[in-house]
Nanobody, 128 residues
Framework: VQLQACGGGLVQVGGSLRLSCAAS????????MGWFRQATGKEREFVAA?????????YTDAVKGRSTISRRDNAQTTVYLEMNSLKPEDTAVYYC?????????????????????WGQGTLVTVSS
């Protein structure tokens, strides 16, 4: 199982980035895919998640309205996080994660312990 995140980098305040995460080794089309982030000295926090076939998108308030999560499911699952109007407080290591769907009445989880698989993280630095 591998979740490979990329797309981080150094960007100026107000700029944009598109993070990608390629998931392989499981049938990740049946998983909720999420993004979390961890700033230096802080706990890891939920950013956004997307349900099966692109439904049930959910964002934390801090990025709502300026971020878009999407996914593509074919031979492998790729999840994207497009972030606009970046702020210095968006600086963090961003992690993608996968949460198994166990019911047709599933919800999009925000807590780390509901995600079984994690990527290695990609650093986003927003400079002023």
């Amino acid at each position: 199982v591998q979740l490979q995140a990329c797309g981080g980098g150094l960007v100026q305040v107000g700029g944009s980035l598109r993070l990608s995460c390629a998931a392989s080794g499981r049938v990740f089309s049946s998983y909720v895919m999420g993004w979390f982030r961890q700033a230096t000295g802080k706990e890891r926090e939920f950013v956004a998640a997307i349900g099966l076939r692109g439904g049930l998108k959910h964002y934390t308030d801090a990025v709502k309205g300026r971020s878009t999560i999407s996914r593509r499911d074919n031979a492998q699952t790729t999840v994207y996080l497009e972030m606009n109007s970046l702020k210095p407080e968006d600086t963090a290591v961003y992690y993608c994660a996968a949460s198994p769907v166990r019911s047709v009445y599933y919800t999009v989880p925000e807590t780390e312990n509901q995600y079984d698989y994690w990527g290695q993280g990609t650093l986003v630095t927003v400079s002023s």
